[in-house]
């Protein structure tokens, strides 16, 4: 098998890896603007050819993975046109797929091309931080440019699950919908809370000083790259435009609750979103990633913290961030650990617990 690679960052880096984890006789060849990835990757035995222009080494791929940013991966298409070949499954990663699609049509390269969208992503970016294991059960999207062409689409979906990903299939206008409404609108509604509290707060900046840390879980992705996001809402502008506008009519009925004093209704709003959100799976990897967080009692003392963070460094934990929660009005826990995935979050549980703290884990 061969896979080609545009573009060797964080996704392309991570699905290289994996490939060459469970392919391991795999032929992989990568082109990447940076020097330095290129090297990285080879020195680690991840791909086997090299190259900074797009060129011959790319013919006879049966996978071809666009992975460089949404707005960029259609310019590609026209480059690797010519090194396309009958066998070739061509695919992206982008997370807004519509305008992707509409350039492969335009193309005329709709009968190679799957589009693809694996839901994964870390705060960290670039190939030095991609690992294997990042999509591994994750749910990965494919839309297929011809439904009709049963065999690649089989074929495409079996090297999915064979990575370890969850493959789900989706057209393209529904999953620009789908992802509008689940990722693109919380990132608006994040960063319009917190430049909301920024404009709205004392001149002694007294918000930013008591904002408990329910305040900061719910805006955390507000701290997302703006350059991606400007990306992503432009390439999806008309679908997180309608979506907004029916979302500040659910802001406006909550408002016409208040402001009718009907108790029963503002009772009813916050019942069903509690039902729904309690139902919510949480067996995979979605569009938004994941806090993977504890917190535990600790009595006010000189080395408290130092203690905790020897303790977790000695059993090979690594720690994202740390410390005091001040405002603890819907807080359990003095001290708020975080970290960067759910296993080190599970075992830094059970080794504080065995050490006698008290841990409080939050769904």
Known sequence: ????????????????????????????????????????ATAESVIN????????NFKGCDYLFLCTPVIYNSAYLSQIKPFLSEKTILTDVGSVKTPIHQEVEKLGLSDFFIGGHPMA??????????????IENSYYILSPSRPEQKEKIQAFTEFIQAIRAIPVTLDCRTHDYITGTISHLPHVIASGLVNFVRDHD??????????????????????????????????????VSEILGNYIKTLEDAKKLIDA????GI?????????????????????????????CDIIDEAGGIATIATILA??????????????????????????????????????????????????
């Open 202 to 239: 004392t001149t002694d900046e007294l918000m930013k000083l008591l904002a408990a840390g329910g305040f900061k879980d719910i805006t955390r992705i507000a701290s997302s790259s703006p350059t991606m996001w400007e990306h992503i809402l432009m390439t999806n502008r008309e679908n």
């Open 49 to 56: 050819t090299a190259v900074t222009v797009i060129d011959e």
């Open 314 to 363: 000695s059993n090979n934990i690594s720690i994202k961030n740390i410390g005091i929660i001040h405002n603890r009005e819907f807080e359990e826990g003095v001290l708020r650990i975080e970290f960067y995935e759910g296993v080190a979050q599970e075992k830094a549980a059970q080794v504080l617990r065995r050490h006698r703290y008290t841990v409080y884990e939050r769904s």
């Open 1 to 40: 098998m061969k896979t080609g690679f545009i573009g060797l960052g964080l996704i392309g880096g991570s699905i290289a890896k994996a490939i060459r984890q469970y392919f391991p006789e795999s032929e992989i060849v990568a082109f990447d603007k940076s020097r330095e990835t290129l090297a990285l």
């Open 267 to 295: 009772y009813n709003f916050f019942d069903t979103s509690r039902n729904y959100r309690n139902s919510v799976p949480d067996i995979s990897a979605g569009p938004i990633k994941k806090l993977f967080a504890i917190y």
């Open 121 to 134: 992503g870390s705060e960290k970016s670039g190939y030095v931080n991609s690992k294997a294991v990042l």
């Open 261 to 264: 004093g009907d108790s029963q």
